[in-house]
């Protein structure tokens, strides 16, 4: 007779425990191994989304536990939605995405571009290019609010021995045009390695032999640059923008850090306003109202860019 | 091509190799799996830097020049296609070269027509990575078929095809070669395709082209044992010497193909007696194979031979091939 996997276990178990295991079917005891990883997963995913659900629709105040909860209907949603300073976090979250993801896939496929060709010693280079995506954000973001001291900053320096201008001239987290830039700046300094790592193992994904047959066709480098390594690398590239997006929609260490949302509240993101809403303002209602629009509009378009991901592999 | 070495590290791939491919030709190399086949064409193709010696297209010197100032198309022997397009744009990415300015109308006939020719219009839109391994191999011919380049280069093109593709795209290429009036280079480990195809064979040994000649003149004159061996089917069957008389002197090897060995039912006065071992009936021809005084011999009788098992035959020569010592040839004239 031919022995069923789960007399096998219990076969190799001892005794104790195949008694117990014993009579189980095989499905029971799969059940039995990921149950504990299901209920985790509700516990401290599922659970707090669904919570947050019901509090959006509700005038909670987390500092005010005693105080009667009423159900206010989608009042909280129409406030948030009509409201300018939502709109104007909104406004500074995409100026934040769309630079930082533009200049880290420029900077990030160039770099990796640079890399890929075979010069000695191309391997420490990585090393040194990849450390800033090692630190952690608060350290770098610490850090940096020296570099940008007016006086005494390291970049201040660096401009200004570039430009000529006065490098106490200009205060890069202070001033209301230049606070947004300090912030994409950083950004890119530390997650372009990020970028550029997953272009170079798109990269090397591209087998020698088609350059050689491109070679052979008579394409020039620039053409088998347009035709043949961009086409190749584009479907890494656009994982590297999901990742960078969804992690940069929720930025938030770094402009703790930098500028605290200030000044005024140039760049205050839609995460910076939601924490102010939710542990300065008290509101619990209206910040889960606002993290579930949040939420739904980091969802709506990631589906829509893997979708078109997708489309692109598929070509 | 002129005295071209390649090694890589210490291992040689093509020794000093000198070969003329004249125009309109069709050269097969013939050469076992690390021969330098593919070494010799990427020389050619200005793929691999040669280490000594240089070639030349036309009289032009294009050893230092790159594989698109040579003007050559080349077949790899792993289809090597553009993933990420499909069959149509891979067939006319060469054409699209803004060297050559073709114009769109003209790339389209142009990858019609050879996909007519390869049997894959059926499968143009198809993605490259969406075709059986075959297909691939045949679009990567196509690939190289809708140029007109100095030379066409061709790695064991057809190896990867069934028996029955293979049969027919190596006459469509032989057609087509001699139509186009187009050189080509084409490298095999497949007797039959050289024998076929070419108007020239070299066959190659260890990076060395040991003798080049039209087909006629490798299958009935090789210049060694080596060569001798590798054409023909069944193979040539390699006997001592001195097992019949009249063998030419210094000569060591006694070298037999099927027409070299005239057979006689029962045994006559001259000749040597064999026993029949076994009978290969493959329908169109028979295979029998001998014992002669200890050695195997097999050789061919017409389809409806009667000959059985353990038969005896007489076996007589008809201008065997001998060969030195060395395995070099040895002229039977001077006895
Ligand atoms: N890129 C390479 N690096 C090292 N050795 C190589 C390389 N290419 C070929 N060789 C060696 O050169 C010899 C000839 O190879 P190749 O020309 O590919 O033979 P063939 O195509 O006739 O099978 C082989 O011994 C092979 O191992
Ligand atoms: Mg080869």
Redesign the interface.
């Known amino acids: 007779m031919i022995e069923k996997p789960i007399e096998r276990v219990a076969k190799a178990t001892p005794t104790g425990m195949a008694r117990q295991i014993k009579g189980l079917s095989d499905k029971a005891v799969a059940w039995l191994f990921v149950g504990p990883t299901i209920f985790l997963l509700l516990a401290i995913n599922i659970f707090p989304l669904i919570w947050t659900i019901n509090l959006s629709f509700t005038n909670f105040r987390a500092n005010r536990p005693n105080r009667e909860v009423e159900y206010v209907g989608l009042r909280n949603y129409e406030r948030i939605l009509t409201d300018s300073d939502t709109w104007l976090s909104m406004q500074a979250t995409a100026h934040f995405l769309f630079w930082t993801l533009l200049l880290q896939v420029l900077i990030g496929f160039a770099l990796a571009w640079l890399i890929n060709r075979k010069f000695r010693g191309n391997d420490v280079w990585t090393t040194i290019i990849v450390l800033p995506m090692m630190l952690s954000p608060a350290v770098v973001g610490n850090f940096w609010t020296f570099l940008y001291q007016p006086q005494i900053g390291l970049f201040n320096y660096v401009v200004s021995f570039f430009t000529g201008v006065d490098p106490s001239s200009f205060d890069m987290l202070g001033s209301v045009d230049l606070a947004p830039w300090s912030i994409i700046i950083v950004d890119t300094w530390m997650w372009t390695p990020f970028v550029m790592l997953i272009c170079l193992a798109g990269l090397r994904s591209i087998?020698d032999?088609?350059y050689?047959?491109?070679?052979?066709?008579?394409?020039?480098k620039w053409?088998q640059f347009w035709?043949?390594t961009v086409?190749?690398v584009l479907p890494f590239l656009m994982l590297a923008v999901l990742f960078r997006g969804i992690e940069n929609f929720k930025m938030f260490d770094l402009v703790v850090q930098l500028t605290g949302g200030g000044p005024g509240s140039v760049t205050e993101m839609a995460s910076i306003n939601l924490k102010r809403e939710a542990f300065e303002k008290w509101r619990t209602g209206y910040a889960s109202a606002f993290a579930i629009i949040l939420f739904v509009t980091v969802f709506g378009l990631a589906s829509i860019y893997v979708k078109a991901l997708n489309k692109v592999k598929?070509? | 091509m002129q005295n071209i070495s390649k090694s890589f590290g210490s291992q040689s791939a093509v020794e000093s190799m000198s070969l003329t491919i004249k125009d309109s030709s069709f050269v097969v190399l013939l050469g076992p799996t690390g021969a330098g086949k593919t070494t010799t064409l990427r020389l050619i193709?200005?793929?691999e830097k040669p280490d000594s010696g240089k070639v030349t297209i036309y009289g032009r010197d294009v050893t230092h020049e790159?594989?698109?100032q040579r003007?050559?198309?080349?077949v790899?022997q792993?289809y090597?296609?553009?993933?990420?397009l499909s069959v149509r744009q891979n067939l006319a990415?060469?054409l699209k070269?803004?060297?050559?300015k073709t114009p769109k109308a003209q790339i389209e006939k142009k990858v019609d027509a050879v996909a007519e020719v390869l049997h894959i219009s059926h499968k143009l839109d198809n993605?490259a990575t969406e075709l059986s391994g075959g297909e691939m191999q045949r679009v990567s011919i196509g690939?190289a078929l809708v140029?007109d380049p100095a030379i066409y280069l061709m790695d064991e093109p057809l190896s990867s095809l069934d028996a029955k593709l293979r049969a027919d795209l190596r006459l469509e290429l032989k057609r087509l070669q001699s139509e186009l009036g187009a050189t080509v280079l084409y490298v095999t480990h497949d007797q039959i395709e050289a024998m076929t195809l070419a108007t020239e064979v070299g066959v190659l040994n260890g990076g060395e082209l040991v003798q080049f000649g039209t087909p006629r003149e490798i299958y009935e004159s090789p210049s060694s044992l080596y060569v001798a061996t590798r054409l023909g089917l069944p193979r040539i069957n390699t006997l001592p010497a001195d097992l019949f008389p009249a063998a030419p002197s210094g000569a060591r090897t006694l070298g037999l193909r099927p027409e070299h060995i005239a057979i006689s039912e029962g045994t006559a006065a001259d000749g040597q007696a064999a026993r029949v071992t076994r009978v290969e009936r493959l329908g169109d021809q028979t295979r029998l194979h001998l014992k002669l005084t200890g050695h195997k011999v097999i050789t061919l009788a017409d389809a409806h031979s009667t000959v059985k098992v353990g038969d005896a035959l007489t076996i007589q020569l008809k201008d065997p091939l001998y060969f030195d010592r060395d395995g070099a040839r040895v002229e039977r004239g001077n006895k």
């Open positions: 087998p032999y088609i050689e047959a491109a070679e052979i066709d008579r394409a020039s053409r035709t043949i086409p190749m598929e070509r | 193709a200005g793929l790159t594989p698109a003007d050559v198309a080349m790899f792993q090597s296609l553009y993933p990420h990415f060469p070269s803004p060297v050559l993605k690939r140029r």
